[in-house]
């Protein structure tokens, strides 16, 4: 399974980025995906999560919620990661992530599989 994120870069207060990752080696529909993030001196956290499950809701960690939106495309194996109203806060190493198996709810724990990150930088 490989992973590839891009749209990285640095963006200003207030500004937008669209991360995207790009997957291969595995049946993309059939799985969660996940964005996470890691500030220096800091753990990673969550930033947003996109069921296979059409039907289930998208989930958000509360710090980007009304500014990020995640989406998929299964024809071209994607996941997106739309970021608007950015903040210095932002800042970060993006990382795009698949569980081990495929279906179900994955926790953070149990995403395996990860893409080389991007980092995003906000100025103020």
């Known amino acids: 399974v490989q992973l590839a994120e891009s749209g990285g870069g640095l963006a200003q207060a207030g500004g937008s980025l669209r991360l995207s990752c790009v997957v291969s080696?595995?049946?993309?529909?059939?799985?969660?995906m996940a964005w996470f993030r890691q500030a220096p001196g800091k753990e990673r956290e969550t930033v947003a999560a996109i069921s296979w499950d059409a039907g289930r809701p998208t989930t958000y960690a509360d710090s980007v919620k009304g500014r990020f939106t995640i989406s998929r495309d299964n024809t071209r194996n994607s996941v997106y990661l739309q970021m608007n109203s950015l903040k210095p806060e932002d800042t970060a190493v993006y990382y795009c992530?698949?569980?081990?198996?495929?279906?179900?709810?994955?926790?953070?724990?149990?995403?395996?599989?990860w893409g080389q990150g991007t980092q995003v930088t906000v100025s103020s």
């Open positions: 992530a698949a569980p081990r198996s495929p279906y179900g709810s994955p926790a953070p724990q149990d995403y395996a599989y």
């Open positions: 080696g595995r049946t993309f529909r059939l799985y969660t």
